[in-house]
């Protein structure tokens, strides 16, 4: 079964902390996403990357970086986390050429707290 | 720009009740459509979806036609049950609007025994 991983389903990190979370999929997808989730907002684009070493920003990519250096993992990086990040961050990947037709595979997410 | 606007809920139902939840979109260019379902807790699972004008999207009882002359992509189910309590997304991609998929805000269903 394909699927894409998340490294922590719950997080707790303090203000001013640089945080890493980690996606890892197993399909061979070019095609990476990181959103967040947040309650009356809905899902908020912050990065893809659609190969590897490649990276866009989306529609949220304030406070953000990402990195990918090998084709099946995706980080996004938080350089000094706020309570204003404290979200569900949910990770997802899709094939390149007909993945719009495929949509995405979505990883379980990670709950983040900033305190 | 693309849009996805979906009913808003939550929508409560009592076991074997029907369901329908709206979805119209807009979109430049031809796009696909997708459901996605997210129960408490989890990330989103693709639920079904139609790349293209008059195709039906079906799994696990649920279907979705895509009506190009009404840009609608409804949700349905002729008989819920308790297990199907979840937060429902709708979502287009479109060719057109690059690598981004758009979703909508999202319905909250909930089933009573």
């Known amino acids: 079964d394909v699927k894409v991983t998340q490294s922590s389903r719950y997080l707790v990190k303090r203000t001013g902390e640089k945080v890493f979370l980690e996606c890892v999929q197993d399909?061979?997808?070019?095609?990476m996403f990181w959103y967040r989730q947040d309650p009356g907002l809905g899902l908020r684009l912050i990065y893809f990357?659609?190969?590897?070493?490649?990276?866009e920003k989306g529609d949220i990519p304030e406070g953000y970086s990402v990195s990918r250096e090998k084709k099946e993992r995706f980080s996004l990086i938080l350089e000094s986390a706020s309570t204003n990040q404290t979200s569900m961050y949910l990770c997802?990947?899709?094939?390149?050429?007909?993945?719009?037709?495929?949509?995405?595979?979505f990883g379980s997410g990670t709950r983040l707290t900033v305190v | 720009g693309d849009s996805v606007t979906q009913m808003e809920g939550p929508v409560t139902l009592s076991e074997e009740a029907c369901l329908t939840i709206?979805?119209?979109?807009?979109?430049?260019?031809?796009?696909?459509l997708f459901w996605y379902v997210q129960y408490p807790g989890e990330g989103l699972q693709l639920l079904l979806k139609?790349?293209?004008?008059?195709d039906k999207g079906s799994n696990k009882g649920f279907e979705a036609t895509y009506r190009k002359e009404t840009t609608s992509f409804h949700l349905e189910k002729g008989s819920v049950q308790v297990s199907d309590s979840a937060v429902y997304f709708c979502?287009?991609?479109?060719?057109?609007?690059?690598?981004?998929?758009?979703f909508g805000a999202g319905t909250r269903l909930f089933v009573k025994a």
């Open positions: 399909m061979d997808h070019e095609n």
């Open positions: 709206n979805c119209t979109y807009t979109a430049t260019g031809y796009p696909s």
């Open positions: 979502a287009l991609s479109d060719r057109a609007g690059g690598f981004k998929t758009i």
């Open positions: 139609a790349t293209k004008a008059d």
């Open positions: 990357s659609y190969d590897v070493k490649m990276k």
């Open positions: 997802a990947s899709r094939p390149q050429g007909r993945g719009l037709d495929y949509g995405y595979t």
